[in-house]
């Protein structure tokens, strides 16, 4: 199965409804969950389904994204064949940049030639779910089809950042159209499915494609509807429905695009759940990472107060120490210091982050390595954080790098 099949993980896109948290990494590379960065979750999809050769496609400031490669992906075996390559645009032809998704594919074309697999499933690097690609693999070859696409199922339709899609009792695909335009209102409404960026060709079928699109032939910011809608009536494009019970991971359903800083902070505060919506638990699926080698993380009490550390319903990762401080509801990325009297809840922070004493954090994201003042206040007073953050539609405070985090007293 892994010989067979390449993987293109495109991981070169910015993310703009993610533009605070971009602004020094890609969106592949943004952290997520305590621990991760999204990127893991695609990767650990390859991972598991047995699919080990993987060419990672990186543009826009990929340093970290790159060392993150490194440091926690030097896992597969070249003598096996295996490999995780990040591959920046490599301007073979001219000197352009990658304009989209299919341009991207077009200026590795020599990769993928000289590659014995036959086929190459094309994979978003900044979604987070679970999924087992070797059982969509299984798919493709039983309904013979030359390009399968990954679907879900949604309640509604409307997404502005996925295609919608109409298949047949056979699930070959009948429509491919943007949620929302006059098209998609006439598409069947039996339904509701919605492509989630992971797609599945056969190479001489994408190779095809390649020779028959010039370069500027027509736009290239969507894969779904630039290249593959335009085939439905002529080849047989497959409809693969995620969640389903074939498979070895746990049929958990759940996918998110992280669209929006309100995507990327219900994403993370959905963790903290009883019972959340996606299973990280999973034993014979684990997400893996790099892990710096930190001491645990604890609670001690305050130097000064006296009063102990305390910690409720929230994640805290390796190296973090709770001083006499107070943390609830909230995840802690690696290192962060909260000192004594200082209260987090709701929150997001991210490696290094240290709150000062008394300072007090609610529903906030903060950037790596921000020292929070002492009797900071952030996320009480909107019309003042605004003049100083970035604050999401619902409220979320974004504290990033180069921004003054004086606050306003206690």
């Known amino acids: 199965m892994s010989a067979d099949t390449l993987i293109l993980l495109l991981a070169y896109d910015r993310g703009l409804g993610l533009d605070a948290l971009t602004r020094q990494r890609t969106k592949a590379a943004v952290p997520f969950g305590g621990k991760y960065r999204v990127i893991d979750f695609a990767l650990a999809n390859c991972l598991h ?5 993987v060419l990672v496609l990186t543009q826009y400031k990929s340093h970290s994204l790159q060392k993150h490669l490194r440091d926690g992906w030097s896992i597969f075996s070249p003598e096996l064949g295996e490999f995780i390559t990040p591959v920046p645009p490599q301007m073979r032809e001219s000197q352009d940049w990658y ?15 000289r590659n014995r697999a036959s086929r190459v499933l094309v994979i978003d690097g900044g979604a987070i779910y679970r999924m087992d690609y070797a059982e969509l693999a299984r798919a493709h070859e039983e309904s013979q089809a030359r390009i399968t696409v990954a679907v879900r199922a949604v309640t509604a339709p409307g997404s502005d950042t996925q295609a919608r899609v109409a298949a047949d009792e056979n699930e070959r695909i009948i429509g491919l159209t943007l949620a929302g ?6 598409m069947p409404a039996a ?27 027509r736009p290239d910011q969507d894969l779904a509807l630039d ?13 693969y429905r995620f969640g389903q019970t074939r498979g070895r991971v746990t049929p958990d359903r759940y996918w998110c695009d992280l669209a929006s800083i309100d995507a990327y902070y219900q994403a993370n505060m959905a963790l903290l759940r009883a019972e959340p919506p996606l299973d990280l638990y999973q034993s014979d699926w684990t997400i893996l990472t790099y892990q710096g080698q930190y001491p645990p993380a604890r609670t001690v009490p305050g130097a ?17 120490v709770i001083r006499g401080g107070g943390v609830n ?23 290094g982050v240290v709150v000062g004493e008394g300072a007090h954090l609610n529903r906030c994201i903060v950037e790596k390595d921000i020292e929070i003042p002492p009797h900071a206040r952030i996320g009480f007073d909107l019309k003042r954080d605004r003049e100083r953050f970035m604050v999401s539609e619902e409220g979320i405070v974004v504290v990033t790098k180069g921004r003054s985090v004086s606050g306003d007293p206690a």
């Open 191 to 217: 339904e509701h499915l919605e492509t989630m960026g992971v797609y599945l060709f056969d190479k001489a079928c994408l190779l095809e494609q390649l020779d028959r699109i010039e370069r500027g032939m």
């Open 49 to 53: 389904s047995g699919l080990r050769q």
């Open 99 to 113: 304009a989209g998704p299919f341009d991207a594919i077009r200026q590795n074309r020599y990769l993928i030639e």
């Open 181 to 186: 335009d006059e098209s998609s209102a006439q």
């Open 227 to 239: 290249i593959i809608a335009p085939l439905v009536q002529t080849e047989p494009v497959m409809a």
């Open 329 to 351: 509801h909230s995840i802690l990325f690696p290192r962060v210091q909260v000192r004594d009297g200082a209260i987090v809840e709701a929150s997001i922070l991210f490696d």
């Open 304 to 320: 000064t107060s006296g009063n102990e550390g305390v910690f409720v319903n929230s994640m805290l990762a390796a190296g973090t």
